[in-house]
């Protein structure tokens, strides 16, 4: 089974539009880490937050947040006013401890700002 | 401070021929992680270690791969021999377990193309 659903695989937007990307995940344990990658076209993997189980304060960064929210096992990323900058595949990962803090990604979201 | 430091950042080969990758991870860092890249497959785990020592290698294709961690700051994956399937991007990363625990720090991922 898939610990980290990606269910959007490509996404496209107008620039300036806000853009929401969607994380649902799978654990057992009640500490875990979640994180958001960015993966711009040039092809390394940056990494953008890391959100433990027992903060679910949502976090904003300049234009981006996010959306930890334990109910429903998701950790979603809202990019504001999109940039064509933004343009680049976004990864979703999970790690538990109990499982020598091995990570879990997700299968991307390409997301294209159109200028 | 340097980051994760992958060697060679693009190879072409042929088939049939050894390929060896090489990672120097962040000093300090206890565990490190060897990731498999393509379009079909998204990023697979393939290896991980802690404190040199191999934990999990469920995700090495097949007998043809093999990885070493001699010390705490060098690792190599070796593919002998290499098939054109083995193409692909193949990025090292490190992690502590302290004080962040799971934070994932890429390298700059090495570009296999085999012929």
């Known amino acids: 089974a898939q610990k980290v659903t990606q269910a959007q695989t490509e996404i496209s937007v107008v620039e300036k539009e806000d853009v929401t990307l969607d994380c649902v995940y799978e654990t057992r344990d009640t500490t875990y880490y979640l994180f958001w990658y960015k993966q711009p076209p040039s092809g390394e993997l940056v990494f953008l937050i890391r959100?433990?189980?027992?903060?679910?304060q949502n976090e904003i960064s300049g234009r981006y947040s996010w959306n930890f929210q334990k109910s429903t096992s998701s950790f979603n990323f809202t990019i504001t006013a999109s940039q064509v900058v933004d343009s680049a595949v976004y990864f979703c990962?999970?790690?538990?401890?109990?499982?020598?803090?091995?990570?879990?990604f997700g299968t991307g979201t390409s997301l294209t700002v159109i200028p | 401070d340097a980051g994760v430091i992958q060697s060679p950042r693009h190879e072409v080969t042929e088939m049939g021929q050894e390929v060896t990758l090489r990672c120097k991870p962040i000093s300090g860092h206890d565990y490190l992680f060897w990731y498999r890249q393509t379009m079909m497959r998204g990023l697979e785990l393939l290896i991980y270690f802690n404190n040199n020592v191999p934990i999990d290698d469920s995700g090495m294709p097949e007998d043809r791969f093999s990885a070493k961690m001699p010390n705490a700051s060098f690792s190599t994956l070796k593919i002998q021999p290499s098939e054109p399937r083995d193409s692909a991007v193949y990025f090292c990363?490190?992690?502590?377990?302290?004080?962040?625990?799971?934070?994932?720090?890429f390298g700059e991922g090495s570009r296999l193309t085999v012929l």
């Open positions: 990363a490190s992690s502590s377990a302290s004080p962040k625990p799971g934070e994932l720090f």
């Open positions: 959100r433990n189980s027992f903060d679910e």
């Open positions: 990962a999970l790690s538990e401890p109990t499982t020598g803090n091995q990570f879990y």
